[in-house]
Protein backbone atom coordinates (compact mmCIF):
# COMPACT_ATOMS: atom_id res chain seq x y z
CA UNK A 1 0.00 0.00 0.00
CA UNK A 2 1.20 3.43 -1.12
CA UNK A 3 1.65 5.84 1.47
CA UNK A 4 2.01 9.74 1.51
CA UNK A 5 2.60 12.02 4.61
CA UNK A 6 -0.42 14.36 5.26
CA UNK A 7 -1.21 17.50 3.63
CA UNK A 8 1.35 16.62 0.79
CA UNK A 9 1.09 18.08 -2.15
CA UNK A 10 1.35 15.88 -5.15
CA UNK A 11 0.68 15.36 -8.87
CA UNK A 12 -0.19 12.29 -10.14
CA UNK A 13 -0.20 11.81 -14.08
CA UNK A 14 -2.77 9.32 -15.72
CA UNK A 15 -2.54 8.08 -19.01
CA UNK A 16 -6.36 8.84 -21.09
CA UNK A 17 -7.48 7.10 -24.30
CA UNK A 18 -10.26 7.85 -26.05
CA UNK A 19 -11.82 4.95 -27.87
CA UNK A 20 -14.87 7.27 -28.98
CA UNK A 21 -15.67 10.00 -30.86
CA UNK A 22 -13.54 13.55 -30.55
CA UNK A 23 -14.99 15.42 -27.86
CA UNK A 24 -13.78 17.70 -24.22
CA UNK A 25 -13.72 15.55 -21.33
CA UNK A 26 -13.75 16.05 -17.61
CA UNK A 27 -10.97 13.80 -15.39
CA UNK A 28 -11.62 13.83 -11.61
CA UNK A 29 -9.09 12.31 -9.23
CA UNK A 30 -10.77 11.38 -6.36
CA UNK A 31 -9.49 10.84 -2.30
CA UNK A 32 -11.88 9.28 -0.14
CA UNK A 33 -15.71 10.21 -0.31
CA UNK A 34 -14.19 13.26 -2.28
CA UNK A 35 -12.17 14.27 0.84
CA UNK A 36 -10.10 15.44 -1.56
CA UNK A 37 -9.90 15.68 -5.40
CA UNK A 38 -8.25 17.35 -8.25
CA UNK A 39 -10.39 18.14 -11.85
CA UNK A 40 -8.91 18.59 -15.51
CA UNK A 41 -10.72 19.75 -18.47
CA UNK A 42 -9.11 18.08 -21.83
CA UNK A 43 -10.06 17.55 -25.44
CA UNK A 44 -8.83 14.27 -26.91
CA UNK A 45 -9.43 13.34 -30.72
CA UNK A 46 -10.79 10.12 -31.78
CA UNK A 47 -8.35 7.47 -31.17
CA UNK A 48 -5.98 9.75 -29.02
CA UNK A 49 -3.95 9.23 -25.81
CA UNK A 50 -3.05 12.39 -23.94
CA UNK A 51 -0.87 12.19 -19.89
CA UNK A 52 -2.99 13.95 -17.99
CA UNK A 53 -1.75 16.01 -14.81
CA UNK A 54 -4.18 15.89 -11.23
CA UNK A 55 -2.12 17.85 -8.80
CA UNK A 56 -3.87 17.54 -5.09
CA UNK A 57 -3.02 18.44 -1.97
CA UNK A 58 -3.74 15.16 0.47
CA UNK A 59 -6.13 15.13 3.35
CA UNK A 60 -5.02 16.14 6.87
CA UNK A 61 -6.43 13.44 8.52
CA UNK A 62 -4.54 10.25 8.96
CA UNK A 63 -5.76 6.91 8.06
CA UNK A 64 -6.49 4.64 4.65
CA UNK A 65 -8.67 6.31 2.23
CA UNK A 66 -9.65 4.62 -1.26
CA UNK A 67 -8.25 6.46 -4.62
CA UNK A 68 -10.32 6.74 -7.91
CA UNK A 69 -10.65 8.35 -11.00
CA UNK A 70 -13.92 9.10 -12.63
CA UNK A 71 -13.96 10.71 -16.41
CA UNK A 72 -16.97 12.49 -18.15
CA UNK A 73 -17.84 14.10 -21.32
CA UNK A 74 -17.81 17.69 -20.31
CA UNK A 75 -21.53 18.80 -19.44
CA UNK A 76 -22.56 15.58 -18.69
CA UNK A 77 -23.04 13.86 -14.98
CA UNK A 78 -22.80 9.72 -16.00
CA UNK A 79 -19.24 8.64 -16.12
CA UNK A 80 -17.75 7.34 -18.93
CA UNK A 81 -15.03 5.48 -17.42
CA UNK A 82 -13.96 4.79 -13.53
CA UNK A 83 -11.19 3.18 -12.51
CA UNK A 84 -10.26 1.71 -8.38
CA UNK A 85 -7.04 2.41 -8.21
CA UNK A 86 -5.30 0.39 -4.87
CA UNK A 87 -5.65 2.57 -1.84
CA UNK A 88 -3.14 5.00 0.19
CA UNK A 89 -2.51 5.37 3.84
CA UNK A 90 -1.84 9.10 5.30
CA UNK A 91 1.04 9.19 8.06
CA UNK A 92 2.11 11.90 10.26
CA UNK A 93 4.18 14.61 8.77
CA UNK A 94 6.74 15.15 11.55
CA UNK A 95 8.17 12.01 13.24
CA UNK A 96 10.86 14.04 15.49
CA UNK A 97 8.65 16.14 18.09
CA UNK A 98 8.37 14.65 21.29
CA UNK A 99 6.60 16.39 24.50
CA UNK A 100 9.24 16.25 27.47
CA UNK A 101 7.12 17.35 30.46
CA UNK A 102 4.81 19.56 31.49
CA UNK A 103 4.71 22.89 34.17
CA UNK A 104 2.32 24.90 35.78
CA UNK A 105 2.44 27.85 38.16
CA UNK A 106 0.94 28.06 41.74
CA UNK A 107 1.01 31.18 42.99
CA UNK A 108 4.00 32.23 41.37
CA UNK A 109 6.17 29.22 41.92
CA UNK A 110 7.17 26.93 39.14
CA UNK A 111 6.82 23.07 39.15
CA UNK A 112 7.76 21.35 36.81
CA UNK A 113 7.35 17.87 36.61
CA UNK A 114 7.15 14.48 33.85
CA UNK A 115 4.88 12.39 35.05
CA UNK A 116 2.21 14.19 37.09
CA UNK A 117 1.19 17.41 38.92
CA UNK A 118 -0.80 18.82 42.26
CA UNK A 119 -2.31 22.23 42.19
CA UNK A 120 -3.57 23.68 45.02
CA UNK A 121 -6.91 25.31 44.95
CA UNK A 122 -7.77 27.28 42.61
CA UNK A 123 -4.74 29.53 41.86
CA UNK A 124 -3.01 28.16 39.23
CA UNK A 125 -2.64 31.08 36.56
CA UNK A 126 -0.34 29.44 34.45
CA UNK A 127 -0.14 26.14 32.80
CA UNK A 128 1.56 24.50 29.91
CA UNK A 129 4.04 21.98 28.60
CA UNK A 130 7.33 21.71 26.74
CA UNK A 131 8.80 19.80 23.92
CA UNK A 132 11.72 18.81 21.56
CA UNK A 133 12.51 18.86 18.33
CA UNK A 134 14.87 16.21 17.60
CA UNK A 135 14.76 16.60 13.54
CA UNK A 136 18.01 17.81 12.33
CA UNK A 137 16.01 20.30 10.63
CA UNK A 138 13.47 23.21 11.60
CA UNK A 139 9.38 22.63 11.11
CA UNK A 140 7.35 24.88 10.44
CA UNK A 141 3.22 25.39 10.42
CA UNK A 142 2.79 24.09 14.31
CA UNK A 143 0.91 24.88 16.55
CA UNK A 144 0.13 23.91 20.14
CA UNK A 145 -2.95 22.78 22.21
CA UNK A 146 -3.95 21.99 25.85
CA UNK A 147 -7.17 20.45 26.71
CA UNK A 148 -8.01 20.05 30.53
CA UNK A 149 -10.98 18.13 31.70
CA UNK A 150 -12.30 17.76 28.00
CA UNK A 151 -13.34 20.86 28.58
CA UNK A 152 -10.83 24.28 28.64
CA UNK A 153 -9.07 24.33 25.45
CA UNK A 154 -6.22 26.66 24.81
CA UNK A 155 -4.11 27.49 21.85
CA UNK A 156 -0.98 29.83 22.49
CA UNK A 157 1.98 31.06 20.64
CA UNK A 158 5.46 30.56 21.72
CA UNK A 159 5.03 34.06 23.59
CA UNK A 160 2.95 35.09 26.45
CA UNK A 161 -0.11 36.22 26.21
CA UNK A 162 -3.03 37.56 27.84
CA UNK A 163 -5.63 35.68 25.50
CA UNK A 164 -4.54 31.90 24.42
CA UNK A 165 -4.72 32.68 20.79
CA UNK A 166 -3.28 29.72 17.66
CA UNK A 167 -0.60 30.95 15.84
CA UNK A 168 1.40 29.09 13.62
CA UNK A 169 5.87 28.95 14.34
CA UNK A 170 8.92 27.36 13.15
CA UNK A 171 10.42 24.59 15.77
CA UNK A 172 14.59 25.10 14.98
CA UNK A 173 15.97 22.31 14.13
CA UNK A 174 17.23 20.23 17.91
CA UNK A 175 15.45 22.71 19.53
CA UNK A 176 13.48 22.19 23.04
CA UNK A 177 10.85 24.74 23.23
CA UNK A 178 8.66 25.54 26.23
CA UNK A 179 5.04 26.92 25.82
CA UNK A 180 2.71 28.70 28.07
CA UNK A 181 -0.95 28.96 28.14
CA UNK A 182 -1.71 32.03 30.48
CA UNK A 183 -5.04 33.74 31.11
CA UNK A 184 -5.82 33.79 34.81
CA UNK A 185 -6.76 31.02 37.15
CA UNK A 186 -8.71 28.49 35.28
CA UNK A 187 -12.61 29.15 35.48
CA UNK A 188 -13.71 25.24 36.62
CA UNK A 189 -16.97 25.99 37.15
CA UNK A 190 -19.20 24.11 39.81
CA UNK A 191 -18.94 21.74 41.53
CA UNK A 192 -15.10 22.30 41.46
CA UNK A 193 -13.55 18.49 40.45
CA UNK A 194 -10.91 17.41 42.77
CA UNK A 195 -9.32 15.26 39.97
CA UNK A 196 -8.65 16.78 36.31
CA UNK A 197 -6.96 15.14 33.47
CA UNK A 198 -4.95 17.66 31.04
CA UNK A 199 -3.95 16.87 27.23
CA UNK A 200 -1.30 18.51 25.57
CA UNK A 201 -0.73 18.30 21.60
CA UNK A 202 1.76 19.30 19.01
CA UNK A 203 0.22 20.05 15.37
CA UNK A 204 1.97 20.95 12.62
CA UNK A 205 -0.10 22.21 9.22
CA UNK A 206 -3.36 20.81 12.03
CA UNK A 207 -1.94 17.50 12.36
CA UNK A 208 -1.22 16.09 15.67
CA UNK A 209 1.84 15.10 15.23
CA UNK A 210 2.72 14.31 19.19
CA UNK A 211 0.65 14.16 22.50
CA UNK A 212 1.43 13.54 26.22
CA UNK A 213 -1.15 13.57 29.01
CA UNK A 214 -0.96 14.22 32.39
CA UNK A 215 -3.03 13.82 35.35
CA UNK A 216 -2.93 16.04 38.40
CA UNK A 217 -5.73 16.62 41.90
CA UNK A 218 -7.26 20.24 42.59
CA UNK A 219 -7.07 20.35 46.69
CA UNK A 220 -9.14 23.30 47.96
CA UNK A 221 -6.67 24.65 51.08
Request: glycine share 8%.
Amino acid sequence: MPDFQASDQKTATIPITNHGEAGSFNSALVIGNWVAYSIQYFFLAAGEQKNISHPITMPLVLGIYPVSLVVTLEGEEAPLAQRQYEDIELLSPVEGLVITGFHYVVDGTLFWYISGWIAWGLRVTHVGFKFENLTPAPISGITVRLTINDTYVYNSPLNDSLEPIAQPFTAPANAQIGVWFNGGPLDWGEPVPNHASALAEVLVNGVVVATGTIEFDILNL
